[in-house]
């Protein structure tokens, strides 16, 4: 009849709409997962001719700075207070695989004979020069000498820190030891690079061994980080907001410049972060950072900031991956961009006169 013909006809309709709600949703979806995971290519390498001075340049390696002190188990509040992730001495230990293929010398401070132990082994393979290990009691950290002060601001309920004290004193310890690295005389090379012992956790055995490099862009009198918020986003806070929304600027874990840049650097840095406890402000190097370029801070800076920011995807780097390492990979990358070029010379026929000639002189 017609009604039952009307009637088949509109289940027809609903299950089309049905039908292409669903498709709709299924390439929403794709789509974002293609937006949101699919890697982006970063040409970080020069063009052979217009990048001279870049495959030119004769300068060793970077001489990387780390530190481990054990701290025992602690929730670290993740971006935002989005997460919070538990680390201890056995999870910090699984990472040093990543230390053993780095190529670059490297000053290390620890406070822990195991960790030493297991560092030294680690790197083993490399000459001897490579690694320095300096053997450290947190009370001759400076940074320690504020763990009370540190104590009775975070037990403030308006601050929503999830760590110790120790953990903001050992942030804070960062850049004591890069001062006792120059002033010690450790650092031989005229570039050196703060890098936290977890920054490169993701590395496998599998993986090949990796240097780390100026990028081709770099202001040697500027001093590098990576970009975590853009700048105009935050550039009207004052410290308390920048603490208490914990608003991050820059990323802590890898801190990149000339010795004389970083020993300005770390001058700053100390005063501020004394200032900032007078204020009641405790927290972590980020928020420091942060601060010191406040605009009632700005002025005093002697230290400009280059940062460097990643596109979602880049290197292969996703969730907040890509805005808090994306300088020690640029790093990585302009080591690579140096190998590539080396092993094109070691193909040809040339010699490396000719070779330069051909590609390095601008005609």
Not at 15 to 31: E, G, K, N, T
């Amino acid at each position: 009849s017609q009604q039952t013909l009307w009637g088949v006809a509109q289940m027809f309709r609903t299950r089309a709409r049905s039908f292409a709600f669903v498709c709709i949703l299924v390439l929403m979806v794709y789509s974002g997962f293609q937006v949101i995971y699919m890697p982006v290519e970063m040409n970080i390498c020069p063009d052979p001719i217009r990048g001279k001075d870049f495959y030119g340049q004769s300068e060793e390696n970077i001489t990387i700075v780390t530190m481990y002190l054990n701290l025992g188990t602690h929730s670290k509040t993740s971006f935002f207070l989005f997460s919070k992730e538990k680390y201890a001495t056995d999870q910090y230990k699984l990472w040093l695989l990543s230390w053993g293929k780095l190529q670059n010398k490297v000053v290390a401070f620890f406070d822990d004979d195991e960790f030493i132990k297991r560092f030294r082994d680690i790197r083993s393979h490399l000459p001897e020069s490579y690694t320095i290990i300096t053997k450290i009691d947190k009370s001759q950290l400076s940074a320690f000498h504020q763990k009370g002060r540190i104590e009775n601001i975070i037990a403030n309920p308006s601050f929503t820190i999830s760590y110790p004290a120790e953990y903001t004193c050992t942030m804070n310890a960062k850049y004591d030891v890069l001062d006792m690295a120059l002033k010690q005389g450790l650092i031989k090379s005229k570039f050196m690079a703060w890098m936290d012992i977890g920054l490169w956790r993701k590395i496998q055995e599998e993986d090949p061994s990796y240097t780390l490099k100026l990028p081709p862009d770099f202001n040697s009198s500027k001093i590098g980080f990576s970009e975590v918020t853009p700048r105009h986003l935050l550039s009207n806070l004052s410290p308390v907001e920048v603490y208490k929304q914990n608003v991050v600027w820059v990323a802590g874990g890898f801190v990149l410049g000339s010795k004389e840049v970083v020993a300005e650097f770390i001058i700053s840095y100390q005063k501020t972060s004394l200032i900032l406890l007078d204020q009641g402000l405790a927290d972590t190097d980020q928020q420091v950072i942060t601060s010191m370029y406040s605009p009632g801070m700005a002025a005093k800076q002697k230290v400009e900031i280059m940062t460097y920011a990643c596109p979602r995807g880049s290197f292969g780097l996703f969730g907040y991956s890509y805005l808090y390492f994306c300088l020690p990979y640029i790093c990585r990358a302009s080591a690579e961009c140096k190998s590539r070029q080396l092993v094109s010379f070691v193909g040809s026929d040339l010699t490396f006169e000719q070779f330069e000639k051909t590609h390095f002189t601008k005609t």
